[in-house]
């Protein structure tokens, strides 16, 4: 399965934050009445949870896309160990040297 929407609603979900984040920095630095640009400690409180919020964001990306890839590449290999054991169960080679002989050729296979 494909978790492209996932991911999308999570990406968009991390940039409305950044904006939030961005539009607290702004506000701070556009403060003609403050001394230096620096948030005071209640907007770095409120800068702090943002940040986590999108650090928990890009993990999920980030677990989303590692569960594509690893269902792209698991799909193609489970398939495969099917085909052999299906080929094993038809044939009258020994079950041991024609699972080496096809173990090996998976394994060539996803070396080049």
């Not at 492209?4 to 009445?33: H, M, N, P, V």
């Not at 193609?76 to 024609?98: L, P, W, Y």
């Amino acid at each position: 399965m494909d978790n492209q929407f996932y991911i999308q609603r999570e990406t968009d979900a991390r940039a409305s934050l950044w904006a939030d984040a961005r539009s607290l920095l702004d506000r701070a630095a556009a403060d003609e009445t403050r001394e230096t640009p620096d948030l005071n400690a209640e907007e770095q409180e409120q800068f702090d949870k943002l940040e986590a919020a999108m650090s928990r964001h890009q993990a999920r990306i980030d677990q989303l896309a590692r569960m594509d890839v690893a269902n792209a590449t698991g799909g193609a290999e489970t398939r495969a160990v099917a085909g052999v054991a299906a080929a094993i169960e038809s044939s009258t080679v020994s079950f041991g040297d024609q699972l080496v002989s096809e173990v090996r050729a998976i394994f060539d296979s996803y070396r080049t």
